[in-house]
């Protein structure tokens, strides 16, 4: 009993860090980088805040934090490339809202987040695991909305996009038959929110031509 473990959404691998990357990443970390999860719940109190699960390179993380100043924005992601990045690009910015944790967003979620911590959580292209025998690895599953919408604030939205459609159906379904959620569209949502210009990620499904799905949920319970 409890010895099962629950198969990670990711797998970790070194990847290429680029010079620029390792050097945000040597000289930037203690400025952007949460170790001390109670620094976490300090820093979203009483703020409108965001989450950013799985941010990639980070494009949609910068382009929020840098339009909404006063929106504290975390994101969470595994790769240190993708962290390298954001390091570099907001301290040009200039960012003081922004905060990163290096590590599995799911547990962050489920160990150490506070209930009612997030106005609004976006996940981007989480990866498809398209293999039948791998979905199980996907992060959205029943029990993880149910995590979500304790994370969220009364009336907080979570933002899903892909462009896998069994995954969007899939998660459609899931949020169908949960009655703590409404379905919302885009122009209901914050500005911050609207308009989001395309990740590298979409960029290349647009190319190959895969239909791309948003899927906006508001929590109601
Ligand atoms: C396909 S990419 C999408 C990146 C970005 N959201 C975008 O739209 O371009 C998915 C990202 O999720 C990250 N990821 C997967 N599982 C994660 C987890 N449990 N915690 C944090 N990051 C995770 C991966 O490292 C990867 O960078």
Redesign the pocket.
């Known amino acids: 009993m409890g010895l099962h473990k629950k198969p990670?959404?990711?797998v970790l691998r070194q990847g290429r860090i680029t010079q620029n990357q390792k050097e945000a990443l040597d000289s930037l970390w203690n400025k952007f980088v949460i170790e001390d999860i109670s620094e976490i719940n300090q820093f979203l109190k009483d703020k409108h805040s965001v989450l950013?699960?799985?941010?990639?390179?980070g494009?949609?993380l910068l382009h929020i934090a840098e339009n909404k100043r006063e929106v504290s924005v975390l994101g969470?992601?595994?790769?240190l490339s993708?962290i390298g990045a954001v390091l570099s690009k907001a301290n040009e910015l200039g960012l003081e809202n922004i905060k990163i944790f290096n590590n599995?967003?799911?547990d962050l979620l489920r160990k150490n987040i506070l209930p009612s911590s997030f106005d609004e959580i976006i996940m981007?292209?989480?990866?498809p695991w398209p293999k039948r025998k791998h979905h199980k690895r996907r992060?959205i599953k029943k029990d993880f909305i149910k995590v979500i919408n304790s994370k969220l604030k009364p009336g907080g939205i979570f933002y899903f996009?892909s462009d896998w459609n069994d995954y969007a159906a899939e998660v459609n379904s899931l949020f169908k038959e949960d009655p703590n959620w409404i379905s919302a569209k885009e122009d209901e949502l914050d500005t911050h929110l609207r308009n989001i210009p395309p990740?590298?990620?979409?960029k290349k499904a647009l190319l190959a031509n895969r239909p791309l799905h948003k899927i906006i949920e508001k929590k109601i319970n």
Do not use: C, H, M, R
């Open positions: 990670k959404s990711f950013d699960i799985g941010f990639g390179s494009e949609t969470v992601e595994v790769y993708g599995d967003a799911e981007f292209y989480p990866d992060l996009k990740t590298s990620f979409e």
